[in-house]
């Protein structure tokens, strides 16, 4: 059960946060109070605590936003390692496409050049029906 001077829980995702009472005077913690997570504890419950259980929390808090920044920081060099890669990709796909035009015209000029073929093997033939012909009128 919540202490009577206490301000309402707030949800903060997997944390609960709770708030210090109003207190004129601040009370000194336990003796035994060794673990860094006691003094947030005691605000949770709404007790008071100490000056240097706060600086420890403000240090704690401190090192949780350098964690934080460092986080952030990785996930920015993440966002440009992707960022690279996905031009990398860009400009393969833009390689592939050259490619793909340059083997799309090389199949034109094998084309043409097959067309060209045909067309000198049809004169062939025909000089050579032209040829035939001629023999056979020239003999009779």
Do not use: V
Request: charged content about 20%; hydrophobic content about 40%; some cysteine.
């Amino acid at each position: 059960m919540r202490h009577p001077q206490t301000k309402p829980w707030l949800e903060c995702g997997d944390y609960q946060i709770g708030f210090i009472r109003k207190q004129s005077h601040i009370t000194t913690p336990p003796s035994n109070t060794t673990d860094a997570s006691e003094p947030l504890k005691q605000l949770l419950i709404g007790q008071s605590i100490t000056i240097p259980a706060l600086n420890q929390m403000l240090l704690m808090w401190e090192q949780d936003r350098m964690i934080g920044c460092q986080l952030l920081l990785m996930w920015e060099q993440d966002r440009m390692i992707g960022c690279q890669l996905l031009l990398m990709w860009e400009q393969d796909r833009m390689i592939g496409c050259q490619l793909l035009l340059m083997w799309e015209q090389d199949r034109m000029i094998g084309c043409q050049l097959l067309l060209m073929w045909e067309q000198c093997q049809q004169k062939t033939h025909l000089k050579y029906n032209l040829k035939m012909l001629d023999q056979l009128i020239s003999t009779r």
